[in-house]
Structures are given as structure tokens and as C-alpha cells.
């Protein structure tokens, strides 16, 4: 069984920062992959990027590329979300999930475990 616990959203101005952090509880598995999805009131959850957690490989959707980057603490086991540059768009409840094995996906469909999400608001 794993955990995930987000944390770090809030209300920021546009072109303002936060950090998302992901913390797994992992005891059974020894190669995942996790990944951060959005979804905006109204709309369908979206990858936003991924990382495996034993080779470090990133991908990124191309919405984020350039603002938002990724990385992990293995011995933490968790994974953080810098996002940078924020824009109205990137509002909505952020969520991370895994998927075994190191498959660098953003299709939530592959994901088998999920957080409970944190909300994310960019706001004038």
C-alpha cells in the first residue's frame, strides 16, 4: 500500500512561486515513478510532469516546460514541485500519484495511487 501527502498550496499573484511537496510512503515498492496532475474547476485532470524515483529522469507537459522543475529526495521519499512564473491557467488542485516501474507518464490512467491534493490558486 503507499500514502501520498501533499502539501505547500496556496493563493499567489500571477508571475509569483510556490513549492509542492509529495510525501510517499513507499515501504513495498523499490521503483516508481511519481507524478503531479492538475485539474481546474471545470476541466480534465492534466499531467503536469514526472519523475522516476530511481534514475531521476524527468518529463514535463509542455504547458510547464521552462517554469515549473521537479526533483526528488529519495531518502525523504518525497518530491517537490517547483513551480515558478505562475499564470492564472495553473490554478487548481494539484495531485500527485504513482505509477511502478519507471515509466515517465502524464496520462492519469496509468497512475495506481493518488494523494488527496492541495489546492493551487493564481489570483491578481
Known amino acids: 500500500q503507499v500514502q501520498l501527502v501533499e502539501s505547500g498550496g496556496g493563493l499567489v499573484q500571477p508571475g509569483g512561486s510556490l513549492r509542492l511537496s509529495c510525501a510517499a510512503s513507499?515501504?513495498?515498492?523499490?521503483?516508481?515513478?511519481i507524478g503531479w496532475f492538475r485539474q481546474a474547476p471545470g476541466k480534465q485532470r492534466e499531467g503536469v510532469s514526472c519523475?522516476?524515483?530511481?534514475?531521476?529522469?524527468?518529463r514535463y507537459a509542455d504547458s510547464v516546460k521552462g517554469r515549473f522543475t521537479i526533483s526528488r529526495d529519495n531518502i525523504q521519499k518525497t518530491v517537490y514541485l517547483q513551480m515558478n512564473s505562475l499564470k492564472l491557467e495553473d490554478t487548481g488542485v494539484y495531485y500527485c500519484?504513482?505509477?511502478?516501474?519507471?515509466?515517465?507518464?502524464?496520462?492519469?490512467?496509468?497512475?495506481?495511487?493518488w494523494g488527496q491534493g492541495t489546492q493551487v490558486t493564481v489570483s491578481p
Open positions: 500519484a504513482v505509477i511502478l516501474g519507471e515509466r515517465l507518464a502524464l496520462s492519469d490512467g496509468e497512475y495506481r495511487y
Open positions: 513507499t515501504v513495498n515498492l523499490n521503483w516508481y515513478t
Open positions: 519523475i522516476s524515483e530511481q534514475t531521476g529522469s524527468t
